[in-house]
């Protein structure tokens, strides 16, 4: 026996420092070995092997999900940022604001804004592991600027699966012979249709082309509403393929990144390879020479015009998709010490590359469409659905074999498309699951819920005056309303979370602390630019229209109230944390503002922000 004792004394003290040496606690497996001697004494030898520990935080919580590979993150966050604005907008803008010139200010504004709030949300979201509500247990009183970005996530929504919707309608018209927006001989055409060259008996400002009128009187039947006030039913065409669209992000979407991870690999890659193909065909068309060289033209004179660097500024700060919340969303799930910094710069240039890249591609189809029209550049270049519902679908459909180019050019919108929906759903999905604990069990039945939800709301946009209700949220849904939450986002970092604490959480996951270049930037550069932008974008403002329509003024003031309600919840919510915490005001305001995780530092005197009023009302305590 005493011998046994002996054993076992000698085989604990080898067991203890595994004991010690892992920081899991649990449950253990003991193996137990009995061994006869000769002389008939038993010795029993015991193994202490530690059951796999479960998936933890050091909280206690169960691990977040990561990611299944790195380049499933990349293609996510690439395909959200580059979208149809990349296609749509930004060619066009460069070319009426000086060509080359033009990526002067666009280039300018990326540096000193774009990367710096991109890497910034992409940093918050790693560090925190929560979506875009709960990342500001770092500092509680702005967690209203979270709710901000998911409700304007959610209106985006309302609207931007209606332009998915048309693209696929328009992909499943053009698996024809001949393309339905070729003549005038349909029963949706007007008799002020008229082809190009028809210079008969049309007056010039009320002709309209084939694409033109297919688009909108025989896609959106527009021509059977008076107005916003006269919507109609739902067009089954289009309700269709809307339900289809939403099927297709609510099974990218049920599973988290397990599925959206993959569902990317296609949808992120395929406008690339598309692009590259039509480029390819553009570049040996008649006149793709001369609308590539109007795209580049450079004129300096233009960077005298203070809106050309406006409108720099603006398109910088939608193109990369700061302020919805999906880099939050995305980084959160990334592993803790993944270089967010190398990210930040490949996916924000990769962005701005697209943008540039697919301008050779449009303005290589609008040169061929100019001269063979035989008019000037400036009557075919436009921006918005126009250009690639309109124009580009009337270039393809003078090409040989112009079925086959129109699928291929539409399957691209659709991927463009998509890619960007997942990510606008998954801000929504992963930032309320983060803030309501209750959701994480079920989080098959609410991404049903909340893809069901925005299908109901956007069948007001598929109805014979469903343009004029898209036209109306995509005017105030997520313009000076994402501004704003961006700039609270930058101020509550930067001056309450503090530049220097945020800097070393980014140097405990990658090792490696921002430079002076970036911490400048989210402390002084980047608001600065912000609150500028908020300011031009009230002082700009023009109310809504569509063509010739003007919406009346309560439409504007619908338009107001849901761009208001997003904004409002920064306020509301700073309003309801104060009043919500014990004491006075001046240790509400040390509470709402203290990192949740340093709330035991109030409690006992040692506070290290808004010191001089917490040490005041700590002096009148003692009196």
């Known amino acids: 026996i005493q011998l046994c004792r002996t054993h076992l004394v000698q085989m604990s003290s080898v067991v203890a420092p595994e004991k010690t040496s892992s920081n899991f606690v649990g449950p253990k497996e003991v193996e137990l070995i009995l061994v006869k001697e000769q002389n008939g004494v038993q010795f029993t030898s015991s193994t202490l092997v530690s059951a796999a520990p479960p998936q933890t935080s050091a909280s206690g919580e169960e691990e977040r999900e990561t990611w299944g590979k790195k380049i499933d993150f990349l293609l996510s966050v690439i395909g959200f940022a580059v979208d149809l604005a990349n296609v749509w907008r930004f060619p066009y803008l460069c070319y009426k604001n000086g060509g080359g010139a033009f990526l002067v200010p666009y280039l300018f504004f990326m540096v000193i804004a774009g990367m710096p709030l991109f890497y910034m949300e992409l940093a918050l979201g790693q560090y925190n592991r929560e979506g875009a509500a709960g990342v500001w247990k770092i500092c509680p009183i702005f967690k209203g600027v979270g709710f901000t970005v998911i409700l304007i996530s959610l209106y985006v929504g309302f609207y931007y699966n209606v332009i998915i919707s048309w693209a696929l309608y328009y992909l499943f018209s053009s698996f024809t012979g001949e393309l339905p927006w070729v003549h005038c001989n349909n029963s949706w055409n007007s008799i002020n249709c008229a082809d190009w060259a028809d210079n008969t008996t049309i007056n010039g400002s009320l002709k309209s082309t084939p694409a033109q009128e297919y688009f909108e009187r025989g896609v959106l039947h527009i021509q059977d509403s008076q107005g916003i006030n006269d919507l109609g039913r739902p067009r089954w065409q289009l309700t269709s393929c809307l339900a289809v669209v939403i099927i297709l992000l609510y099974f990218s979407l049920w599973k988290g990144v397990k599925t959206s991870g993959k569902v990317v690999w296609i949808t992120a890659t395929m406008p690339y390879v598309v692009l590259t193909v039509l480029l390819l065909r553009g570049v040996t068309l008649p006149g793709a020479t001369d609308g590539i060289k109007a795209y580049l033209s450079v004129d300096f004179l233009r960077l005298c015009d203070p809106q050309v660097w406006i409108e720099a500024a603006t398109q910088i700060c939608f193109s990369l998709g700061v302020g919805f919340g999906v880099l939050i969303a995305f980084s959160s799930y990334n592993k803790f010490s993944n270089n967010c910094y190398r990210d930040a710069i490949i996916t924000s240039s990769i962005n701005s590359l697209t943008s540039f890249f697919s301008g050779f591609v449009v303005f290589s189809f609008l040169g061929y469409l100019s001269k063979k029209h035989n008019v000037s550049l400036d009557n075919v270049a436009r921006d918005g659905a126009g250009l690639v519902f309109v124009i580009y679908p009337e270039a393809i459909a003078t090409l040989p074999g112009s079925s086959v180019w129109a699928v291929i050019f539409f399957i691209m919108l659709l991927t463009l498309g998509i890619d960007s929906a997942m990510g606008g759903m998954e801000s929504v999905i992963t930032g309320l699951i983060d803030e309501f604990k209750c959701l994480q069990k079920h989080r098959e039945l609410f991404t049903l819920f909340i893809v069901v939800g925005t299908f109901l709301i956007s069948l007001f946009c598929v109805t014979n005056g469903g343009m004029y209700v898209f036209t109306l949220l995509d005017h105030f849904a997520a313009g000076t309303s994402i501004l704003f939450g961006v700039l609270i986002e930058a101020i509550g ?76 919840m920064v306020p509301l919510y700073a309003i309801y944390k104060i009043c919500s915490l014990p004491g006075r005001l001046c240790n509400r305001l040390a509470y709402a503002i203290t990192p949740e995780t340093e709330h035991h530092l109030v409690d006992s005197g040692e506070v290290r922000r808004f010191t001089v009023c917490f040490t005041t009302y700590s002096k009148y305590i003692s009196k």
């Open 493 to 568: 970092i930067a001056w309450f979370y503090g530049v220097d604490r945020f800097s070393d959480d980014i140097e405990e996951m990658i090792g490696q602390r921002p430079g002076w270049y970036w911490r400048l930037c989210w402390k002084f550069v980047s608001p600065c630019f912000l609150l500028f932008m908020v300011v031009v974008s009230f002082a700009t403002f023009n109310p809504p229209s569509y063509g010739s329509y003007i919406f009346p003024p309560w439409a504007n003031m619908v338009g107001w109230c849901l761009a208001m309600s997003s904004m409002a």
